[in-house]
């Protein structure tokens, strides 16, 4: 069983859907190979919030710092900004918050709290690793109120 090598790319985002082959001569598991393509958060009913929750009160710097968090993730992949705005009600809502890093930063957290009933794995950059299916857009949103 030969395994095909990936050049490096610049964007890590999704970047297991580039080994769908290796997996495949791996396992024939469905569940294993629709979850390296991309990934779909399986909900038994649609979550929802009825209302955009208010965002959180952040200092100047500390809403400059989310912003440039946001444009990162956009220029990733890991995040995609809606054309339109969802309407409240049609879609999951969180706020964004910062949290100290151990290197004197910050880190930006995206709030799913409601979702926590779930397990999840630990994440960084958003869990590029695991390709998001674009359907799921409605699914987990957040509104930046502060300029890019």
């Known amino acids: 069983m030969g395994i095909t090598p990936m050049q490096k790319q610049a964007n890590p985002t999704g970047w ?3 080994f769908i ?6 396992t024939k598991d469905r569940l294993v190979l629709n979850t390296v393509s991309g990934y779909k958060i399986e909900f038994i009913t ?6 955009i929750p208010n965002q959180s009160q952040l200092k100047q710097h500390q809403q ?5 968090e946001i444009t990162e993730l956009i220029s990733k992949g890991a995040i995609s900004e809606l054309q339109t ?5 049609n879609g999951f809502f969180s706020t964004l918050f910062l949290v100290p890093k151990k290197d004197g930063g ?12 779930l397990e999840c794995p630990p994440l960084q950059d958003g869990g590029n690793s695991h390709p ?11 509104e930046n109120r502060f300029e890019r």
């Open 64 to 68: 400059e710092l989310v912003s440039q």
């Open 46 to 51: 649609e979550p929802c919030k009825l209302k």
């Open 132 to 142: 998001q299916k674009p359907t799921q857009e409605r699914g987990l949103s957040f």
């Open 16 to 18: 297991l859907a580039h």
């Open 85 to 89: 705005t969802p309407e409240p009600g």
């Open 106 to 117: 910050q880190r930006l957290v995206i709030n799913l709290k409601r979702l926590n009933f």
């Open 21 to 26: 082959i290796n997996w495949q001569k791996l």
